[in-house]
């Protein structure tokens, strides 16, 4: 199991780093993946859906560092907090009548896979 929560814990570093990447180079097209409509037009729009791809980035990078200097009790934590991310996300998107494909497919698959990760390395089952 140890594997496996370790794969899910890169898997999930990376791709929200990806995804970040994603959201500062070209934050229009990464949105239209999210679930939801694109925002309003305006001159500043792309600024704040930068701002997602900085906190993107960032929480791939707290997980790596978890993954180095944290141990694995740490990382399980680290995860579990972090999959509030995409229950979040999955939540909001459904609500909001997005795309509920994507919420359940993209954010919810996302949230369930570091919570399977996360528990054993909390409880030492790794």
Known sequence: ????????????????????????????????????????????????????????????IVVLAMLVWGGPRVLGIILLVEALIPAGDMSLVVAARGST?????????????MITGAVPLILGAA
């Open 1 to 60: 199991m140890y594997w496996f929560s370790m794969v899910i814990a890169l898997l999930a570093a990376f791709g929200i780093i990806a995804i970040g990447m994603m959201y500062l180079s070209d934050p229009k097209a990464a949105t239209r993946s999210f679930g939801l409509p694109l925002p309003e037009a305006g001159a500043n729009v792309a600024w704040w859906l930068r701002l997602k791809g900085v906190r993107d980035v960032v929480s791939g």
């Open 101 to 113: 494909a994507r919420a359940l497919g993209i954010h919810g698959l996302t949230a369930m896979l």
